[in-house]
């Protein structure tokens, strides 16, 4: 049983599970998902074991939060969510996005620091919650600066305060993630899509920085949107619809892992956990089937000798630690 040993976050007294519950999709992410769906997920997941689990304002505009708040309240569960982008009322553009959402509500980047003790106690309120453990700063590619010079002396105030526990960043994009974990002193970070069998470029800089400055890595988008999960037509890279390459190059992993008899969602949910910066793996299940089956998956014993067999085949990048 994998999916629910734990991984200690450097520099604070947190240990999270190695496969936590990502909240994008039960958020209402591309398609509607009732409460009691996503009650169903939360619920699983906790009683499964897996101790961690991440949300955002951004998900749902709010509602992902208050689902993650309600299903986790007086259970032992680590909590992370994001800070610096914020809700208002206003022309929702994003309906199609989240259709859960409030069509009478935006959401703005604010990395002031009114901004940012705004976006903490917004969170702390939709969760219920006095405290949370994890903090991260939300998507700052266009705003390292304010990242490092605001932002951050901000949580490690709250860090010493009690209100978080950790600081992090949480990001899809190397050089701005690389340029904020130069100059902080985080105890974490979420990077999605950059450590995936599609994609394994953390491992040039960022992940050596993290080993060097003792910051525990989360391995989110480990599907890169989707496609990994089901390379068809249509499928999705990187949030936009895959080029037909990206599309080959899943299907040609998949056909090598056939005679091994392993599914390729296993492999791209244990890959990953190769690296010794990454603490957990970050899965978003959009319903309680996938969940299960994404257990399944990360639980799976796979062949010992896959991974230097597919680094040969030149299918992945040898491992670089």
């Known amino acids: 049983m994998r999916h629910n040993e734990l991984t200690k976050i450097n520099g604070t007294d947190l240990s999270v599970t190695k496969f936590s519950l990502g909240t994008a999709p039960i958020g209402g992410l591309f398609k509607a998902v ?3 769906e996503a009650r169903e997920v939360l619920d699983h997941a906790l009683d499964a074991g897996i101790n961690y689990v991440d949300t955002a304002p951004l998900y749902g505009y709010g509602v992902c939060e208050g689902r993650v708040g309600r299903a986790t309240a007086g259970r032992n569960v ?3 969510t994001k800070l610096g982008r914020l809700l208002r009322p206003g022309k929702n553009l994003e309906m199609d996005k989240y259709p859960n959402a409030d069509p009478n509500t935006e959401i703005y980047y604010d990395y002031s620091a009114a901004g940012i003790e705004k976006s903490i106690k917004d969170s702390l309120w939709r969760l219920g919650r006095d405290q949370i453990e994890i903090a991260y700063i939300h998507d700052a590619d266009e705003l390292v600066d304010q990242a490092i010079n605001v932002v951050y002396p901000i949580l490690a105030r709250l860090r010493e305060e009690g209100i978080i526990k950790a600081i992090g960043i949480g990001m899809n994009w190397l050089p701005a993630s690389i340029a904020i974990m130069k100059e902080t002193e985080l105890n974490i970070a979420l990077i999605a899509g950059r450590y995936t ?26 599907f890169n949107t989707g496609v990994l999960a089901n390379p068809v037509p249509g499928a999705h890279f990187d949030y936009a619809p895959a080029p037909q390459e990206i599309i080959d190059k899943a299907i040609a992993i998949r056909n090598f892992l ?8 296993a492999v791209a949910l244990q890959f990953p956990l190769r ?10 299940p959009g319903n309680l089937k996938e969940l299960k089956a994404n257990i399944a998956d990360f639980d799976l014993e796979l062949p010992a000798n896959l991974w230097s067999d597919l680094e040969a085949s030149g299918l992945i990048t040898p491992l670089k630690v």
């Open 275 to 284: 690296h010794p910066a990454v603490a957990t793996v970050l899965s978003g």
């Open 258 to 265: 056939s005679d091994y008899n392993v599914p390729l969602t």
């Open 197 to 222: 069998i599609l994609d394994q470029s953390a491992q040039e800089e960022l992940y050596p920085l993290a080993l060097r400055k003792k910051v525990s890595i989360v391995a989110a988008g480990v």
């Open 34 to 36: 009732s409460e009691e």
């Open 78 to 80: 680590i909590i992370s």
